[in-house]
């Protein structure tokens, strides 16, 4: 089992920036892909960035792409996802994920989710 928690989330202004962070534990190995995922009230769930634990390749979706930046720290098992120029449409919560496929955007192929953070742009 893995466990996943988010941080970070919060109220901000339309323009303005907010990093989320993730701690993984658990049986977490270093092959995996690490993701952030967003929900918004009444919509589905969508892929927003993702990076390989191990070769650091990133993958973004194209509404974070320039924007949001994925990053990692080994030593912590922590996933960042700073975000930049946040919009009102960017409001959601984001969940952090992780799956042993690498690059995966789909979130079923994901089976370990954290509880998510909400992130709230008020224009």
């Known amino acids: 089992q893995v466990q996943l928690v988010e941080s970070g989330g919060g109220l901000v202004q339309a323009g303005g920036s907010l990093r989320l962070s993730c701690v993984a534990s658990?049986?977490?190995?270093?092959?995996?892909?690490m993701a952030w995922f967003r929900q918004a009230p009444g919509k589905e769930r969508e892929f927003v960035a993702a990076?390989?634990?191990?070769?650091?390749?990133?993958y973004y979706a194209d509404s974070a792409l320039g924007r949001f930046t994925i990053s990692r720290d080994n030593v912590k098992t922590m996933v960042y996802l700073q975000m930049n120029s946040l919009k009102p449409e960017d409001t959601a919560v984001y969940s952090c994920?992780?799956?042993?496929?690498?690059?995966?955007?789909?979130?079923?192929?994901?089976?370990?989710w954290g509880q998510g953070t909400q992130v709230t742009v008020s224009s």
């Open positions: 994920a992780t799956s042993s496929l690498y690059g995966t955007r789909s979130s079923r192929e994901y089976p370990y």
């Open positions: 990076i390989n634990w191990d070769t650091r390749r990133t």
């Open positions: 658990g049986r977490f190995f270093s092959t995996y892909t």
